[in-house]
């Protein structure tokens, strides 16, 4: 069997891979919660979730370096996300609804002007035109802010120093307290 052990690319093939391909999309959340990520074609994903305790929280994750992937076959690492728009629709069912208190949130974690570490909470709803359930999202990464109440709460996010984001999917009764419930919650 023959084999080639290769430190950088040469002439191999190559193409582009679309920011935010749902290929590359990953989940992450505790046990004994059980979730997963399925790509259902070029430009969509599905979420599922089986949460067991109060406190469950799955986090459909973005990374702008792919750490999982071959060196040689990774994407290329971005974390200007300036003059980018993220849009997508969302539809939801047995997880908190986008319009509540604990609803789904973007996390974003990056760098603020100053280069410090920072997170970025944004509400999902503030970006929102639809239902709770079934809504068009918006959003553009050089305009969005973290924070609830918009634009009393506003903290403008830095689009050029992103490191990673993840969406929050928490069941219904979400509490962030322990507790098991009575039978799985299906979302």
């Keep these: 069997m023959t084999y080639w052990l ?5 002439h191999q093939q190559s193409a582009p891979v679309m920011r935010f391909d749902p290929r590359f999309w990953t989940l992450n959340f505790p046990r004994p919660m059980m979730a997963s990520v399925v790509t259902t074609g070029p430009e969509s994903l599905r979420v599922e979730a089986t949460f067991y305790r109060s406190d469950d929280l799955a986090g459909l994750i973005w990374e702008s370096e792919d750490i999982w992937d071959h060196p040689l076959l990774a994407y290329e690492t971005n974390r200007d996300y300036s003059h980018l728009t993220l849009t997508f629709r969302w539809r939801s069912q047995g997880i908190m609804p986008l319009d509540a208190v604990n609803g789904p949130t973007l996390t974003i974690e990056g760098r603020d002007a100053d280069g410090q570490p920072k ?3 944004v509400r999902l709803w503030n970006y929102a035109s639809g239902t709770a359930e079934d809504a068009q999202i918006v959003l553009p990464f ?8 918009l634009p009393d709460e506003a903290d403008p996010i830095v689009p050029d120093a992103i490191d990673r984001m993840f969406i929050s999917i928490v069941p219904p009764q979400y509490s962030g307290g322990p507790g098991d419930f009575a039978s799985a919650v299906e979302g």
């Design 119 to 121: 997170s970025w909470f």
């Design 6 to 10: 290769c430190d950088k690319r040469k």
């Design 142 to 149: 050089s305009q969005i802010a973290g924070g609830f109440m």
